[in-house]
Each structure stands twice: as C-alpha cells, then as structure tokens.
C-alpha cells in the first residue's frame, strides 16, 4: 500500500500560518477588524479569513481607509466581494474628514499622511483592537523590520526598537486600554506567492491587475494611465501602451508598468523574472525619501 504524500508546498504552509494567525487573533482579541481596499493582498487576506472560519461567516467587519482618489473598478469590487461574503464594511472616508476640516490636504497630491489620523479615529469609534493588514516584508525596507503581531501605543504609534519576540510563532496580543495590535497574516508570503494563490485558488481580482492597452502619459519615467485624477499636464503627450497595475493605491499617484501579461498565468510568469518590488516600480507617494514608508508607520500608518 502507498503512503501517502504528507509534505505541504509552499502556499500550503503559508496558508496554514495565515489562518492560525486569523484564529489566534479572533479568540485572543475584544475586536478585530480586517483592513480591505481590494487590492490583491487584501483580496487574498479576506479569502483565507473566509477559509479559517467556514463554514460560520467571517467573525469581524472589514474596513476601507477611503482616500477618494480610488480606481473606481476597485471600489466596485470591494462592495461586490463584500456582499458576496455578507460581512459588515466599515469606510473611514478621508474626504469627509477633509470637509470637517480634522484634516487638511497637502499640496503634493498625496493623502497618505493624511489617511493615518483618519484610521485612528475609526479604530477609536469602533473600539477596534486589532487590525489586520495586508503588508508583506518584501514589499519595503520598514515593513520588513515588523513582526506579525505589531503593538500600536495608545496613540497609534509604532516604535521599532520596542517589539514583542515571537518565538515558535507564539504571539503577544496583551493590551491596555487604549491601545491595539496590528496584524500581518501575510507577512512571510512574497508578491509571487500572492499571484500563485490567485491562480490555485481561482480568486477573482480587478481587471486592473491585467494587461490591457491603455492611455498613459510618462512622468519621470513612470507610466500613468489617464483617467479622472490623472490629466495631460502641459507639454506631456497622450499615448497607448499595453499595460497593467502591479498595485492599486491612489489612481493619482499609482503608475501602472509595460506588461503583455493578460492572465494570471503570464503575471506570475513575469513576475518570477522581476527584480523590482511592486511599491518601487510603482508607487509615486513612496518617492518622498528612502524612510517614506517607516515614518508613516510610525505615525500610525497600517
């Protein structure tokens, strides 16, 4: 008789961390909740939280940090995965936030300062302790550097020097009042894990992600498609590229790259030879300093 193949691959074992985390926090913690934008990380976020609780629903709401300078295809995928799965949405909507005047808008275009005290006031409103994120250590320099578990002070506030060990994946998830935990299900998966999950698991994604031609102008070098937050500036010319979006942040500030890659089959073909992270490639607000991204964090940032 043969024996039965109990190796797990790869995916298998990120699967399997991702939902022990997802368990350990819903019985561990008062109130968590799952930060979702409908980018593909928090696409495939959502799909294991389905998976770690089936067949019950998923035991806690989701949120979208609302900047309003979203791709609408996102927005419209968010509500439509969101109903499917009958959870609650919790939106924290920067541009209402603008209007009340709690926050101003800053003259680069950017809203990603500006989303962090946005947040904060929801997981305040909400009494939210825990939140899920769907951040990955090959993305950038300041995510690599943070644990799973991510204690956040009564301000929100992250301070790298102060983090909580996690030998044999035993986590710390004790609080004060006040304070929360933020969580990185997907910390140890890689962009080509990502899309390879994607593709095992037939999950449905924005059309974004795929290549399609496309209107673009080219600024420093970068590629963006034309749309209701990007317009021609004087001087740059319109033209038509085959292209796809490796991320999906802010429409005005998230440029999309050349790619011919139309299925998730030749996405993860590409991805496989690139040697540029997705957030390099692509991202304009992250172009502000080599530290961007670790000073928003520790401001409060997810």
Do not use: C
């Amino acid at each position: 008789m043969s024996m039965p193949d109990l190796h797990l691959t790869q995916l298998q074992r990120l699967e399997a961390e991702s939902v022990h985390v997802l368990r350990e926090v819903a019985a561990e913690l008062e109130r968590p909740v799952l930060l979702f934008s409908g980018g593909k990380d928090s696409i495939v976020m959502l799909e294991l939280a389905r998976k770690a609780f089936a067949p019950a629903r998923i035991p806690f709401p989701v949120m979208h940090v609302d900047t309003g300078l979203n791709f609408p295809e996102v927005l419209a995928f968010r509500d439509r995965r969101v109903a499917e799965l009958g959870v609650e949405l919790v939106v924290a909507s920067v541009p209402d936030a603008i209007a009340a005047g709690t926050v101003r808008e800053e003259p680069n275009g950017s809203r990603n300062r500006i989303q962090t005290p946005v947040l904060l006031d929801a997981v305040e409103q909400h009494g939210f302790t825990a939140l899920f994120g769907g951040a990955r250590r090959d993305e950038d320099k300041a995510r690599a550097k943070e644990r799973v578990f991510s204690f956040r002070d009564e301000f929100g506030q992250w301070d790298p020097k102060n983090q909580r060990p996690e030998l044999w994946d035993l986590y710390n998830g004790r609080i004060h009042l006040g304070e929360s935990i933020r969580v990185f299900p997907l910390s140890n998966w890689t962009e080509l894990d990502i899309w390879g999950y994607i593709a095992q698991e037939r999950i449905a994604i924005p059309d974004l992600y795929l290549a399609a031609e496309r209107d673009v102008v080219d600024r420093g070098g970068m590629l963006y498609a034309v749309n209701e937050f990007i317009t021609p500036k004087p001087g740059e010319t319109v033209f038509r590229e085959s292209v796809r979006y490796r991320t999906v942040g802010d429409a005005n500030l998230t440029a999309a790259v050349r790619s011919t890659a139309s299925t998730v089959e030749e996405v993860i073909a590409e991805i496989a030879v690139t040697r540029l992270t997705e957030r390099g490639a692509t991202r304009g607000d992250d172009k502000v300093s080599d530290a961007a991204m670790e000073d928003r964090k520790k401001e409060g940032y997810f």
